[in-house]
């Protein structure tokens, strides 16, 4: 096969830009991920003993049968790990093993390490074990109802909410259940641990958070962080399930790996993945809005209650960041939003891309749906009206919209997609079209980019430049198929005004940029490409004294651009001139460092700028519904998304339509289950459907909002990663568009998350009864 060069890149709209660093190798086989890897001739592999009962005590345990059969060299319990067997990410509660309580159904209880994945998984089957069942609490409503939390409630208000909505001329007051979904990464949860010869072990991981493996690892060991090295170079997709809850295959292996003298892999087939791992929050909203005869929002009382699990994990910055995005867009003049962390004896749930921001921005576009067909109004000019703008910029928990780009990339996007004249073409069609209706739907979002843990806004970087120009950079972020490699490289690249080919990206190593936060929150390019940049700029300024003494020239005689050194009226090659400065003892090597200025949010007053600034986008979605199946497709679908100014156009554009789908897929047909046991019955791909090729829209465009970044991100660019999912919610409000239609938007059915062609149907249902004079309480029912 004849292979590409490694510099080879592709046109774009803002000229010619390199590819993701590992694409050829993607398409050809050559990426390497861990299981990837050559296996050691004495290396186990390990299956975990899972709890068949959602809330019980166990009451024995017997192991013998495990133990003895074939292939099998060592079970461990809790019992039997030196250290610490708490690996929570943030708080406590979350075991690598189970002790004499389980809190949920696939709560591993003890590990087996055996010479075969199958000897292994057969080998944990034979386990004896006996429960005492206690009462389980499944579901969000449950936990509210007997106030089960995992953590304490916030509520975020500002101005009067009760005043204002009783004095508010029109109101609506329902609920709205928000199901989770699963992250169905790719490449499955995996780690491989190797022990070294002073005690020590290194972990190669499938993990967001290399710096967390490594601190857990070495809890559960009972060792110095300096004792653990984690090492990632990718993965095949994380989506915030690789946060937090990749640690504890860490953690196991590396245990197993110490005990035994050997290397150790564990690697979760696909259902035990779907079984023991955490999903994105469900979500129970209840909400009262108060608002004009034309629309306009006057007051809004949310009770949003996250479906968090058995421990708290993530959920706190997830039902948080829920509360920070139930504007959305709009603005709230009279607020209060109240976050509940649910306890559910369910796996407990975790990090899923958005973190809890979707479910605040399907709430608001709910919302706004509701109220257009209250007033007789199209959805879009109910969302201009509420708008954030000029004279209402301040949001609930008091940080001023200062970029005001919301309102002028929707009506750029209306424009651009002919927005007017669709919808007119639509009612003409719904009016002439009994069984077949259309809906279309313009939504925005506003996402607010930073963790909402102020600490984790850091990034740090180390970088090289050997003696030949070449350069390596090592930084603190991960590469899960995003292209945050790339995009550093790019950084680096421009910075010392060097060919992108020069600049090589390592693998990311805690023994190379220690205590790194977790590659999620959007923020892998700005944490992390800052940190790049400063090194960057560290040794460029010392060469550039170097230039000024050695060659006798003013500092503004000194340029690197196209790989050339300007020194006044000479020129050299970059590495020609790298060489001379390391022959005159030039430090070629710095550290970088970065961290987020000008944020920070009082949780006691509920105020704050928890967010640098805020990544913007709209997608209008048109969608053609079988009124009598609730069978539908996505016909078209237009995106305009602002990343201000992009650093790869390209990877950005692949980033806006991969979280597209996904969100599509979140809200239409990746339906979690559960039965009245706790167990999960959505468990495998034969029963859990994620979108496919064929579910993509027939017509799909995207383009870029220009215009740089308001704050000073690396380069003026935007965070791209999270924000563009929830662009895939409106495909759910023009299903809810095309279901309100049949009752001639005079009611706005209720529609479930997801939106199932089953789902549709009740909805349907519910908008005809309302038209025949019912009240569709049937149809509300079975969206619960």
């Not at 013998?64 to 809790?78: E, L, M, N, S, W």
């Not at 590990?111 to 499944?138: F, H, N």
């Not at 209840?286 to 699990?309: H, N, P, R, T, W």
């Not at 790869?648 to 597209?660: K, S, V």
Request: proline content about 5%; glycine content about 8%.
């Amino acid at each position: 096969m004849r292979k590409l060069p490694q510099d080879f890149a592709i046109s774009s709209q803002k000229g010619l830009l390199p590819i993701h660093e590992s694409a050829i190798k993607h398409v050809t086989g050559q990426a390497i991920y861990i299981d990837d890897m050559p296996e050691w001739p004495n290396e186990l592999h390990v299956a975990t003993g899972l709890s068949t009962e959602a809330h019980a005590d166990i009451v024995s345990i017997n192991l013998d049968k495990v133990r003895a059969y074939p292939g099998v060299v060592d079970v461990i319990v809790q019992a039997d790990i030196p250290g610490d067997p708490d690996v929570s990410p943030v708080l406590s509660g979350d075991l690598m093993l189970a002790g004499n309580f389980v809190h949920y159904i696939g709560q591993p209880i003890f590990a087996v390490a055996a010479t075969s994945l199958r000897a292994a998984k057969q080998a944990v089957r034979l386990a004896e074990i006996v429960y005492q069942p206690r009462e389980a609490t499944l579901h969000p409503r449950q936990s509210l109802e007997r106030q089960e939390f995992v953590l304490p409630t916030h509520t975020i208000q500002c101005g009067n909410a009760t005043e204002a909505m009783a004095a508010a001329p029109r109101r609506i007051k329902s609920d709205l259940y928000i199901k989770g979904q699963e992250h169905f990464y790719l490449e499955g949860q995996i780690s491989v641990a190797v022990p070294n010869e002073d005690g020590g072990v290194q972990v190669f991981a499938s993990s967001q958070h290399p710096a967390e493996v490594q601190k857990l690892v070495a809890r559960v060991l009972g060792l110095p962080v300096a004792q653990v090295l984690v090492e990632v170079r990718r993965m095949g997709g994380g989506f915030g399930g690789k946060e937090s809850q990749a640690a504890v295959l860490g953690c196991t292996a590396a245990v197993l790996a110490v005990r035994n003298g050997c290397p150790v892999k564990y690697r979760m087939p696909r259902q035990d993945d779907m079984v023991q791992t955490g999903k994105r929050h469900d979500f129970w909203n209840s909400y009262q809005v108060g608002f004009s005869d034309e629309g306009e929002i006057l007051a809004a009382e949310y009770d949003m209650v996250g479906k968090c699990g058995c421990t708290a994990d993530l959920s706190d910055g997830v039902v948080d960041r829920a509360m920070f995005h139930a504007d959305n867009a709009y603005f709230l003049p009279n607020a209060r939003i109240s976050g509940y962390r649910g306890k559910t004896h369910t796996v407990s749930n975790t990090a899923f891309r958005g973190f809890g921001g979707p479910k605040g921005v399907l709430l608001a576009e709910n919302v706004i749906e509701e109220i257009a067909c209250a007033v007789g109004k199209d959805a879009l000019d109910i969302r201009k009206l509420n708008c954030y703008q000029a004279g209402k910029d301040t949001t609930p928990y008091g940080q001023k919209v200062d970029d005001d780009v919301l309102l002028t990339l929707m009506e750029e996007l209306e424009a651009s997609s002919d927005y007017r004249a669709r919808r007119q073409a639509i009612n003409a069609f719904n009016k002439q079209s009994p069984f077949l209706k259309k809906g279309l739907a313009l939504t925005p979002v506003k996402f607010g980019i930073s963790f909402t843990s102020k600490h984790l806004n850091q990034g740090g970087a180390l970088l090289h430049v050997y003696t030949d120009g070449s350069v390596h950079v090592s930084h603190g972020g991960t590469e899960m198929g995003q292209g945050l490699y790339t995009k550093v490289a790019q950084i680096v690249a421009k910075a010392f005004g060097i060919d992108y080919q020069r600049v090589n990206v390592g693998s990311t190593r805690t023994d190379k940029v220690p205590n790194a936060s977790p590659t999620a929150a959007s923020a892998g390019t700005d944490l992390n490409g800052m940190a790049a940049l400063d090194a960057a700029m560290t040794i460029k300024g010392r060469l550039q004294e170097f230039a000024m003494e050695h060659f006798a020239i003013a500092a503004d005689a000194f340029a690197i651009e196209d790989d050339q050194v300007i020194l006044g009226s000479e020129t050299m090659g970059f590495p020609e001139f790298i060489k001379l400065a390391y022959m005159n003892r030039v430090s070629l090597s710095s550290t970088g460092f970065y961290k987020t200025p000008k944020i920070g949010y009082d949780r006691k007053a509920a105020k704050g700028r928890p967010f640098l600034y805020y990544a913007n986008g709209a997608a209008v979605a048109e969608v053609i519904v079988d009124t009598f199946t609730g069978e539908y497709k996505v016909t078209q679908v237009d995106i305009l998304h602002d990343v201000g100014d992009s650093i790869n156009a390209d990877i950005d554009i692949g980033q806006i339509e991969g979280a597209f789908v996904q969100g599509m897929g979140w809200l239409t047909s990746e339906e979690l289950s559960w039965d009245d046991k706790g167990r999960i019955t959505t468990n495998s791909p034969a029963n859990y459907k994620i979108p496919t090729s064929a579910d993509i829209p027939e017509k799909f465009t995207v383009k870029l909002f220009d215009r740089a970044n308001s704050e000073e991100s690396v380069y003026r660019s935007k965070a791209v990663g999270e924000p563009p999912l929830m662009l895939g919610i409106s495909v759910w409000c023009a299903l809810k568009d095309a279901c309100a239609s049949v009752a001639d938007h005079k009611f706005s059915p209720p529609l479930a998350v997801p939106a199932t062609p089953e789902a549709v149907y009740y909805a349907m249902q519910a908008a005809q009864n309302h038209k025949a004079g019912m009240n569709g309480e049937v149809a509300k029912e079975a969206s619960l």
